[in-house]
């Protein structure tokens, strides 16, 4: 069975660009996380997708970050524009989505480097 | 508030020896999930374990242990007899029932395993 997919793993830009990421879920998993980990901590979740609808952006920074799942299976999170800070690994996951605690699958990551 | 705390930041061992990674955890909740996931350097988060908040039985995997204690708040992890493979970033995570399943991460503890 394939993993979490995302693309590109890498990327550098320049402050006030703006870029683009995607992930392909585990497939039949309707929930989908985005995460993001700057170096040295741990994983900050930044918007839940259950299907194509929002569970929760509470700690998306909403005028420069943006989400979406329009056909309720992949994903794209973009950033515009871009601050040194937004500097991280931005971390795809998904799961079944019955609740109670369902264990999350990481895809590879996206790392951004913005100068 | 829900907090996890990993006081270990950096662990280091020689080949073959027992190591400890420390989990405490803080909730108001009485249904809950813990989660141990590995990230080596490739930086994929690697599921490890999932434990719900009812099932305080210990769980062994191979050179791998986990001791659930609900009286201190703990889930600590157990490498028996460590190989290099072993050497990355561990996570411990906790999600709520009553919080739409999202992870809260600790800091992470290093295990570097030296030949």
């Known amino acids: 069975e394939a993993g979490v997919a995302q693309s590109p793993r890498y990327k550098i830009i320049e402050k006030r660009q703006s870029v683009a990421f995607w992930c392909n879920p585990i497939?039949?998993?309707?929930?989908l996380y985005w995460y993001q980990q700057i170096l040295g901590q741990g994983p900050k979740l930044l918007i839940q997708f259950q299907n194509n609808g929002v569970v929760d952006d509470s700690q998306l920074p909403k005028d420069r970050f943006s989400a979406e799942r329009l056909k309720g299976v992949d994903s794209t999170l973009k950033i515009q524009p871009a601050k040194l800070e937004d500097s991280a690994v931005y971390l795809c996951?998904?799961?079944w989505g019955q609740g109670l605690g369902d264990t999350q699958y990481f895809g590879p990551g996206t790392r951004l480097t913005v100068l | 508030a829900q907090k996890v705390t990993q006081a270990q930041t950096e662990i280091s061992v020689v080949e073959k020896e027992d190591v400890t990674l420390d989990c405490v955890y803080e909730?108001?909740?009485?249904?809950?999930?813990l989660f141990w996931y590995k990230q080596p350097p490739s930086g994929e988060l690697v599921f490890l374990i999932r434990r719900n908040s009812f099932d305080e039985q210990n769980e062994i995997s191979g050179r791998y242990s986990w001791n659930f204690q609900k009286s201190t708040s703990s889930f600590n992890f157990t490498i028996t007899a460590s190989q290099v493979v072993d050497s990355a970033v561990y996570f411990c995570a906790l999600s709520e029932a009553r919080n739409t399943d999202k992870l809260i991460f600790g800091t992470g503890t290093r295990l570097q395993v030296f030949p």
């Open positions: 909730t108001r909740d009485t249904t809950y999930y």
């Open positions: 497939s039949g998993h309707a929930t």
């Open positions: 996951a998904s799961s």
